[in-house]
């Protein structure tokens, strides 16, 4: 799994390629969490070249967005992690696992974005 | 019978080859891209829960996996030394809980088992745990089951109409397709028995598709913003094209 990171003013994208498994969730949380360390809350994840998703790496979403949700950043605003361009295979196991009522999906990076 | 077998280090680095063990023998057994998808997701999670589990992530010890061929079914085991695994131990998750109260734990096994036909543990002194997964090969590409619907989609009729569909599904049957060509008129009690069967197929990881609405019924589905919902063909060729190649 390889993870390509732009900042924006407000917003980071993480863009995630390969394989998210057991091997590779640490190296997501631990990218999450530098992000997160730095005062970084709202993040957008870029799925359309992931191409596989096993519950390890469900486990980082779902922590990940319970503690970015947690942070306010104005009344307001508060912190998100919020997904675009989800992958009909990574859907099925979103839908699979009822991961996918947990999260924002949005079907372009653009939109993700700029839904903050 | 023909059987291969592979010997791993009870890893993390051990998964990408794994899946492609998986890969390869799913293959040449003949499953299709969607069925060889969903043994590689459930054998993964197995092996995650042998590397962290089983063995403490301590990085000792051994996977071994073996496939074979069972008449119509694909066949997989993973065996480990390390400590011995009782799944009743294991909580099934809460898939429909909120955010807040979710938790991510238990998730593998539920994979597993709703991605695989059969999944079986055992544990001996001399064996080790033993875990065998079978999955019916073909059976999101052959076993379309048809069901022709006609006349008015309301409480009652849908009702009587979804009947053998319910029935069908209990006795097995994953790949539901409805020709709908004859139905004249639905409405929102109709929309939602759909709704609870497609839910009940799903559920066992079927799927339920549609094909041939006339505008009219069409309307009712964007009205409602079903065809979101829906997997809706124009023809039952397109259909039961959709369904060879795998997607529902």
Known sequence: ?116 | MRMETITLPATLDSLALISEFVINSTSQAGLDERTAWQVQLAVDEAATNIIQHSYDSTGNGTIELTWWRDGDFYVISLRDFGRPFDPSEVPAPDVTSPLEDRQAGGLGLFLMSRLMDDVSFSFSEQEGNLLVMRKRIGSTATDVRIFTLSGRLDAIGTEAAIQDVDKAIDEGARTILLDLQGVTFLSSSGLRALLLTRKKVLALNGSLSLCELRPEVLEVFEITGFTQVFTIHPTREDALAALQRGNP
Do not use: C, W
């Not at chain 1, 530098?34 to 809350?41: I, K, N, P, S, V």
């Open chain 1, 1 to 116: 799994m390889e993870i390509t990171h732009k900042s924006f003013a407000r917003v980071d994208l993480l863009s995630i390629h390969g394989r998210l498994d057991a091997a590779s969730a640490p190296q997501l949380k631990q990218k999450l969490d530098e992000l997160f360390d730095q005062g970084r809350y709202q993040i957008v994840l870029d799925l359309a070249d992931l191409n596989y998703v096993a519950s390890p790496g469900l486990r980082v979403l779902i922590e990940a967005r319970k503690r970015a949700r947690d942070r306010k950043i104005t009344n307001l605003e508060g912190g998100d992690l919020r997904l675009a361009n989800m992958p009909d295979r990574i859907r099925e196991v979103f839908d699979l696992t009822g991961f996918t009522s947990l999260f924002e999906v949005y079907d372009d990076t653009l939109s993700a974005v700029g839904s903050f």
